[in-house]
């Protein structure tokens, strides 16, 4: 009896070992990627990749060096880091004005072809924000748009003093970005925001990390994402199942343009079907045929720069 004794304990304590392991594996390997030092942080290469796919960007940001237009900013967050982001001011002295946030492993500069539909086709101030860990920003883990909500809201702040006190304000995020975009509109927000147009985000943390361990290792939920989120929880504060975009905008109030790709496996069509049913109108939603993961301003340059303009011409003048 004792000797079965002896075999469990060890038998139970080597399966918890596997699945701490395993969920410490998961935690870096989703929050910690190689790209973030490959992609986010290689400011020079991110110019170089959006020339090719968007040569009409060369003119407008070589104008901007040149006349000193582009510029940078930092902010300390509330953990005590230094943040970045870039920022333009319109052509024309005005109060509209576009918070624009990046995805997963992408950074402010990734974010331009977006800054040049506000600013150079619609006449709006731009910052876009470098998140926690992307960029120019200090940090050496992603936080999935949870934590990063809490940043966004003081760069909003941020762009309403750099801008002027009467700014009138979207928030544009792509992906992780629009995850963020939907985590900052159910918090208490200024009365200078009036909208918000989030670009294939996910409905949770949770969800999208589900679909990531079935589709790349083939596995379940149970037990190893459990022990992934407890895990994130102890070491950074928050959980998967909290980071929920779902509920955030459950609590939203202000005007919502939902964009998803109907062929995106990424973050799948399917999240943005909640999404948008939970949202207290007013709201609009554009699925965009034959698009995949947030490509749909890529693909459809012309019609996405007009129903953006559509509708955020309806609650910002």
Known sequence: MKRLIKYTLITL??????????????????????????????????YAYLYEDYME???????????KALRDTVIQSHRGESLHALYVRAAQPTGRTAVIVHGYTDNAVRMLPIGHLYSHHLGYNILLPDLHAHGL????????GW???LDVLQWMDTANELF????RMVVHGISMGAATTMMV??????PYVKCFVEDCGYTSVWDEFKGELKNQFGLPAFPLLDVASWLCKLKYGWSFREASALEQVKKCTLPMFFIHGDADDFVPTWMVHPLYEAKPEPKELWLVPGAAHAVSYKENKAEY????QDFVSKYIR
């Open 147 to 149: 934590l990063d909500r």
């Open 185 to 190: 509109s159910g918090e208490e927000l200024p």
């Open 57 to 67: 960007l060369y003119s407008w940001i070589d104008s901007l060096r040149t006349t």
């Open 164 to 167: 002027g006190d009467s700014t």
């Open 305 to 308: 720069t007009r129903r953006v």
């Open 137 to 144: 920003s200090e940090g050496d883990a992603v936080q999935m």
């Open 13 to 46: 304590l080597v399966i918890a070992a596997l699945l701490v392991g395993g969920g410490f594996y998961m935690l870096n390997y989703a929050l910690k990627p190689e790209g973030l030092e490959t992609r986010s942080r290689q400011i020079s290469d991110t």
